[in-house]
C-alpha cells in the first residue's frame, strides 16, 4: 500500500485542515457514509474511528464506498508520483491512464510492463490498493460522468465511449461509483448547450499556484505553424490518438484549465484527457518544489516570484524526440521553421481545421520511408532524423506512458547526431523526470550570465546539485527569466 496512507496521522491532519494539496495523493473514506472524498472536502470531518485513507479512487471503490457529490474527488488532481517514477507501478498506472487495459486487456498490459498477470495484480493491489480491472473501471466511471455531463449523447453511445461492453455494465458501475443513475447525473448537470456530436468540454483541476500564463507562453515560442497555436489565451493544436484523430483546445483559468476536444472516436477520451494533463504538468506540486528551490541563492528569488512555474510535458512521445533531434543546436526560431517545413511536407492535412491548425505530425514510419532527398531539400539533418525516425518505427526507442526511461535514452544516445542536451530535453518533457536537466543549452547559459553568476561547466555543475531532484524546474525557471 502507498507509503502515504500508512501514516494514518499525517493524513488525518491534512484532511482536518482541508489541505487541497494532498487532492489525489490520497482520498478519504468515512465508514458512517459510505463515501470517499477529496482530503480538501468542505464537509464535516468524520469521527476519527470511521475514516479510512485509500491510495486511489480505485482502492476505495473497490472496498464499497460511492464518490462525495459534494467534492468530486473523481475530479482531483492526479499523483504527481505516477507521471514521473520510472518503476513498473507508475508506469502501470500512465498506461492504464493511457487507456491500455481497455484496448489491449490486462494481459496486454503485463506484456507491456513484462510481467505476468499474477504478479501485475499482487504489485498493484499491494501498492495502490486495487487490481488493473479495478482501476480501470474507476477511468470508465469517470469518462462516463464527463460523457454524461458535458455531452448529450445517448447512454448507449455513452457507454461504449467510455468502454464498457454493455449498457447494463455502465448503469450499475454508474450507479455504484456515483450513487445516482445516468438519468439523473445528466438532469443535475449545469453546463451550457450540448456540443456537436465528438466534441467534449470539461475542466482539468490543478494545484495551486498554477502560472498558466508562463505555461502558455512557452508553448506559443515553440509552437509549429500548421500544428498548434497560441491566440485570444488559448493553446490549439491537432492530435494523433488510437482510434482516430482529434484536435484541443487548453485555456488556462482560475484553478484549472478549460479543455475542449474534438474527437474523430469519442473512446480516446480518457487516453486525451490523461495526456492533455501531462503535457500542462497538472499533478505537480509546487508548493514542495518552491519550497525546495525558493531557499538556493541563484534562482531563490525567481521561485518566489514565480512558484506556479510547469514543465510542460508532450502529448506524443515520438513527436517530441524528433522535434528535439531538429531543435538540437539551433535558435527556437530555427527550429520552428524547420519543424514546420516538415509537418507541411510529410503531415497528414485535417478534413476539418481549427484555426490555424491545419495538419497532423508526420507518423515516424513516414519519416523513416521518407526520400532522403527530400528531407535534405527541406535543409533537415537527414541521416539522425530517419535513424531516430526508424528505432521509433521499429519500437527499439519507446517514449510513451509505459516505457523504461533508462533504455529510451540509452537508445535515443545510440543514435549518432543525437547529445546529451536531447537526451535531457526528451527526459523533461517525455518523461516528466523532475530531476532531468538539459546539459550544455544555451538559454540557460545567457540567464545565468544575466543573473551574474558563472556559466561554465563546472561551476553549473555545482548548482545542480544544489537543485536536486527539482532541476528540471530549476531550468524552467531560468529560461522563464529570460522573457523578465
Known amino acids: 500500500m502507498s507509503s502515504i496512507v500508512e501514516d494514518f496521522e499525517s493524513c488525518y491532519r491534512a484532511s482536518d485542515s482541508r489541505d487541497p494539496r494532498y487532492d489525489g495523493i490520497f482520498f478519504v473514506a468515512a465508514t458512517s457514509t459510505k463515501l470517499y472524498c477529496r482530503p480538501s472536502c468542505p464537509a464535516r470531518q468524520p469521527k476519527r474511528a470511521n475514516v479510512r485513507f485509500y491510495p486511489t479512487a480505485a482502492a476505495a471503490q473497490s472496498a464499497g464506498f460511492r464518490a462525495c457529490k459534494r467534492c468530486r474527488p473523481d475530479a482531483a488532481p492526479g499523483s504527481p508520483d505516477w507521471n514521473w517514477r520510472a518503476d513498473s507501478v507508475a508506469r502501470a498506472m500512465r498506461l492504464i491512464a493511457d487507456g491500455t487495459v481497455d484496448r489491449e486487456g490486462v494481459p496486454g498490459l503485463a506484456e ?28 470508465r466511471a469517470n469518462t462516463a460522468r464527463l460523457l454524461i455531463e458535458s455531452t448529450a449523447m ?7 465511449a467510455a468502454g464498457f461492453h454493455s449498457v447494463r455494465q455502465f448503469n450499475d458501475t454508474v450507479k455504484h461509483v456515483f450513487a445516482s443513475t445516468p438519468r439523473e447525473m445528466r438532469r443535475r448537470s449545469i453546463g451550457g448547450s450540448p456540443r456537436p456530436l465528438g466534441v467534449v468540454e470539461l475542466r482539468l483541476s490543478c494545484r495551486e499556484p498554477f502560472d498558466g500564463t508562463a505555461l502558455l507562453r512557452f508553448l506559443e515560442v515553440r509552437a509549429v505553424p500548421g500544428l498548434e497555436e497560441v491566440s485570444g489565451g488559448t493553446y490549439r493544436r491537432s492530435l494523433t490518438l488510437t482510434h482516430g484523430t482529434g484536435l484541443v483546445e487548453l485555456t488556462p483559468e482560475m484553478r484549472a484549465v478549460r479543455c475542449v476536444l474534438h474527437l474523430d472516436d469519442l473512446r480516446d477520451l480518457a487516453a486525451a484527457v490523461a495526456r492533455c494533463r501531462r503535457l500542462l504538468d497538472l499533478d505537480a506540486d509546487p508548493l514542495a518544489i518552491a519550497e525546495a528551490l525558493g531557499r538556493d541563492a541563484v534562482i531563490g528569488h525567481l521561485v518566489r516570484a514565480r512558484p506556479g512555474l510547469r514543465v510542460p510535458g508532450c502529448l506524443d512521445g515520438a513527436e517530441l524526440a524528433l522535434r528535439a533531434l531538429l531543435g538540437q543546436q539551433v535558435s527556437l526560431r530555427s527550429a520552428r521553421t524547420q519543424t514546420a517545413r516538415l509537418v507541411e511536407t510529410f503531415g497528414t492535412r485535417l478534413k476539418q481545421p481549427l484555426g490555424t491548425v491545419t495538419h497532423l505530425f508526420p507518423a515516424a514510419a513516414v519519416l523513416a520511408d521518407a526520400d532522403p532527398r527530400t528531407l535534405a531539400g527541406l535543409a533537415l539533418r537527414t541521416d539522425a532524423l530517419q535513424a531516430l525516425a526508424t528505432r521509433l518505427t521499429e519500437g527499439e526507442v519507446r517514449i510513451d506512458a509505459g516505457s523504461d526511461p533508462t533504455e529510451a535514452l540509452s537508445g535515443l544516445l545510440a543514435i549518432r547526431g543525437i547529445g546529451p542536451w536531447t537526451a535531457g530535453y526528451v527526459a523533461m518533457r517525455g518523461f516528466h523526470d523532475p530531476d ?13 550570465k544575466a543573473l551574474g553568476r558563472p556559466d561554465d561547466p563546472s561551476s553549473v555543475a555545482v548548482m545542480q546539485q544544489r537543485w536536486r531532484p527539482w532541476r528540471a ?7 522563464t527569466s529570460l522573457e523578465h
Do not use: I, K, M
Open 473 to 479: 524546474y530549476a531550468a524552467l525557471q531560468l529560461w
Open 436 to 448: 532531468a536537466f538539459p546539459d550544455g543549452d544555451a538559454g540557460l547559459r545567457r540567464a545565468l
Open 112 to 139: 507491456r510492463l513484462g510481467f505476468s498477470e499474477r504478479h501485475l495484480r499482487r504489485l498493484l493491489a499491494e501498492q495502490v490498493g486495487a487490481t488493473p480491472v479495478a482501476l480501470a473501471r474507476a477511468q
Open 154 to 160: 445517448t447512454f448507449a453511445d455513452a457507454a461504449f
